[in-house]
């Protein structure tokens, strides 16, 4: 489709137009329109409470439960409303994968953790089980380090491997979309050049939407960078959407100077 073909030329995964967002009477996103690159790494930062994690939620629904949210405006993943009636949520999930801040590995082995998903999905065959968790693991770079190892809790391994751990879960329904709530901020930094190196290696084929508190994060690792604030209803809206070479070196917007600069946030 042509309307999802952007001025770079590069095809969008994900567009949003004039999207708000309400928990209850609170107005947590105002008018948020962006185009979302596929295979690409997208970062969105800003101060606390500017409604990050509210927009990453979005995209595979993950607000839905709040009692008292409503969405307005229009998502699209790929042509598809993601907000749609007929949209089946499960369908979405399985597209739109989710990595959290701390690693939640469920409590059973790590063979089980890497197979749960695909089995939930219908596929039952122990050798192609087998073939997803090692293709996964391995994608993450643990199967060397696991492969010995996939009968022991999940548990006990550490944070950094727990965490690509939870990556290769996602990664093992074969989502096209993976998104990364602060999934490095529990993380020591060896653990989390890891997880940097994998995303870079996993956005040739997966469109990686990232929330981050790390400016050296987001500079270090994505394409391209959302810089969100809060109006003065304390809303957040998008102030400035571009390369992240760009937002970095010669931001366009005086309040995306300010952060990136430290001057507040
Ligand atoms: N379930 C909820 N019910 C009501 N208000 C909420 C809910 N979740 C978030 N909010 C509010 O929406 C606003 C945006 O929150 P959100 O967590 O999306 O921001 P954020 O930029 O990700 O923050 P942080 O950087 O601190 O994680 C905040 O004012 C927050 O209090």
């Not at 369908?91 to 998903?117: E, I, T």
């Not at 944070?159 to 901020?185: F, N, T, Y």
């Amino acid at each position: 489709m042509d309307d999802l073909i952007l001025k770079s030329g590069q095809r969008a995964k994900i567009k949003t137009d004039s999207v708000n967002l309400f928990y209850g009477s609170f107005q947590a996103l105002k008018n948020v329109t962006m185009d979302i690159q596929e295979c690409a790494i997208t970062a969105i930062i800003g101060p606390s409470g500017c409604g990050k994690s509210s927009l990453l939620r979005l995209f595979n629904r993950m607000n839905d439960p709040i009692p008292g949210v409503r969405v307005e405006g229009k998502i699209l993943l790929d042509d598809t409303s993601i907000y749609d009636k007929s949209m089946d949520v499960v369908a979405l999930k399985k597209r739109v994968g989710m990595v959290f801040q701390k690693p939640n590995p469920f409590p059973m082995s790590v063979y089980d953790n890497m197979v749960f998903g695909p089995r939930h999905h219908g596929i039952k065959q122990k050798a192609r089980l087998d073939e997803i968790a090692e293709n996964y693991l391995s994608q993450v770079a643990l199967w060397d380090e696991l492969k010995d190892k996939l009968k022991e809790p999940a548990f006990d391994l550490s944070p950094g491997q727990q965490q690509r751990l939870c990556i290769a879960r996602a990664l093992a329904v074969e989502p096209e979309v993976l998104l990364m709530d602060e999934s490095c901020s529990a993380l020591d930094p060896e653990s989390t050049m890891q997880v940097e190196g994998l995303m870079e290696e996993l956005a040739q084929k997966y469109t990686i939407l990232i929330v981050t508190h790390s400016m050296e994060q987001a500079a270090r690792v994505s394409h391209m960078t959302a810089f969100m604030m809060m109006d003065e209803d304390r809303a957040g809206t998008l102030v400035e959407y571009a390369p992240t070479e760009e937002i970095f070196a010669n931001p366009k917007d005086k309040r995306t100077e300010d952060y990136i600069t430290g001057r507040f946030g």
